[in-house]
């Protein structure tokens, strides 16, 4: 089995900061990429930051220059670090992973339980 386990959420004022994490662990051989995605009331989910094993990011337009995504490989940990926050960012943030649990197996998407971000005017 795989877990990812998500922590940070929280309420924020418009401006403040906070800094999301996801610890991937369980039986896992290889993470191809792991990034977060959001999802706000009476939305679809949308991406909101991927980083590749190499090290490569892929941001939404909305959050780029305010967010920033980062890994620790050794410990299957992605972050999240969220500045000049909006209302506009407030939503449940779920952490992906993209991962083979074993040489040969198919690479998989595995979801984190989500986490709650609400920023308040």
């Known amino acids: 089995q795989v877990q990812l386990v998500e922590s940070g959420g929280d309420l924020v004022q418009t401006g403040g900061s906070l800094r999301l994490s996801c610890a991937a662990s369980g039986s896992i051989f290889s993470i191809n990429a792991m990034g977060w995605y959001r999802r706000a009331p009476g939305k679809q989910r949308e991406l909101v930051a991927t980083?590749?094993?190499?090290?490569?990011?892929n941001y939404a337009d909305s959050v780029k220059g305010r967010f920033t995504i980062s890994r620790d490989n050794a410990e299957n940990t992605v972050y999240l670090q969220m500045n000049s926050l909006k209302p506009e960012d407030t939503a449940v943030y779920y952490c992906?992973?993209?991962?083979?649990?074993?040489?040969?197996?198919?690479?998989?998407?595995?979801w984190g339980q989500g986490t709650q971000v609400t920023v308040s005017p």
């Open positions: 992906n992973a993209r991962l083979r649990r074993w040489a040969g197996a198919l690479v998989q998407d595995y």
């Open positions: 980083i590749y094993s190499g090290g490569s990011t």
